[in-house]
């Protein structure tokens, strides 16, 4: 049947995909992420400020940016899962959404038996964990769980990969095109921020309150929110390390852009030294360009770009 079209979708798509005989040339592959913040702002009434972050960034008034701010705490908290928007939408509740942010978390877990035999469920909770701990830092396979060996960590790594709820950041060398793995270590981002917010356990009405959400845990969620949004948009994303013996040195994401290798800061507040940057920059003179995402208002100094962490979609 020629003119039949078929649309398959599922969380556990990749696991069938593996098993059967891929028909190569026949299928058209759509990746689907949480909404995005633009989105967000689409979906809450906010389309006038959505089309001011999708513009190249200019300067804006102090009643604009508080709005901005508003916006993004209440993305964080919400994040872009469809159902967790609706219903925020509808109830202007953040009690109401992070009930269902908990059952959605509750089903993820409870979908780990399907995993069984060829994955361990308790490592795969494990590994979940850890990532959730670790956004923004870099990890090996064996810090992600002290009670398994380093394949089963690996292969409930790869699980959760595969089905979506976490996304694999390579490390990468920025010599030339195209961009080449580096290194054992990685990062992970995870399925979306709101989630990330509920599991983590943060008291978001306190730190509403405070006004400190964009830099709380350790400024991760900042970082993770970049990183979501670049996976939304790109379908891909990386960083970069030195993988030198005892060098620290770390650019929180790379990017390729109209063939141009773009290197990418995130600093949930306002100043940061960026040693790291300056030294990528210097070692590597291929790099004309570099982005740094942050509360500060915008700014160039020489290769590198300041702006404020809500215009990324009009930067990438």
């Given amino acids: 049947m020629p003119n039949l079209h078929i649309i398959a979708a599922g969380s556990l798509l990749e696991f069938v995909l593996g098993d059967i005989s891929f028909p190569v040339g026949r299928v058209e592959q759509l990746s689907m992420y949480p909404m995005t913040f633009v989105e967000f702002l689409w979906a809450t009434n906010k389309s006038k400020l959505a089309e001011v ?6 300067p804006q008034s102090s009643i604009v940016i508080q709005e901005i701010k508003t916006a993004l705490q209440k993305y964080f908290i919400v994040g872009g899962m469809p159902e967790c928007v609706l219903t925020f939408v509808k109830s202007n509740s953040y009690l109401a959404v992070q009930r269902l942010q908990s059952d959605l978390l509750f089903t993820y877990q409870q ?23 670790k956004i923004g830092q870099q990890i ?71 006004e400190s959400l964009l830099g ?24 970069w390390a030195r ?15 109209e063939g141009e290798i773009i290197p990418i800061e995130v600093k949930a507040a306002a100043k940061g030294a960026l040693r790291s940057l300056h030294l990528l920059l ?18 160039v100094a020489e290769k590198i770009n300041f702006v404020p962490l809500a215009y990324l979609s009009a930067m990438i």
């Fill in 216 to 239: 709380m845990f350790r400024g991760a969620l900042a970082e993770q929110f970049i990183g979501q949004e670049i996976i939304a948009t790109r379908n891909e994303l990386s960083y």
């Fill in 140 to 210: 090996i396979y064996t810090k992600l769980s002290d009670r398994f060996t380093m394949p089963t960590i690996k292969k409930a790594f790869e699980a959760l990969k595969n089905a979506r709820l976490i996304h694999k950041v390579s490390n990468v060398s920025v010599a030339g095109l195209p961009l080449t793995t580096s290194g054992k270590q990685f990062k992970a981002i995870f399925l979306d921020i709101g989630l990330l917010v509920k599991y983590s356990g943060i008291n978001t009405a306190k730190e509403l309150e405070n």
């Fill in 53 to 58: 972050l999708k513009k190249q960034p200019q």
């Fill in 282 to 299: 210097e070692t590597h003179t291929n790099i004309n360009k570099a982005l740094v995402f942050s509360e500060a208002p915008l700014g």
């Fill in 243 to 257: 993988t030198e013996k005892n060098s620290t040195a770390e650019v929180d994401y790379v990017i390729v852009k």
């Fill in 111 to 133: 979908d780990f038996h399907k995993y069984k035999p060829a994955v361990d469920t308790d490592c795969l909770n494990d590994v979940l964990q850890n990532c959730v701990q």
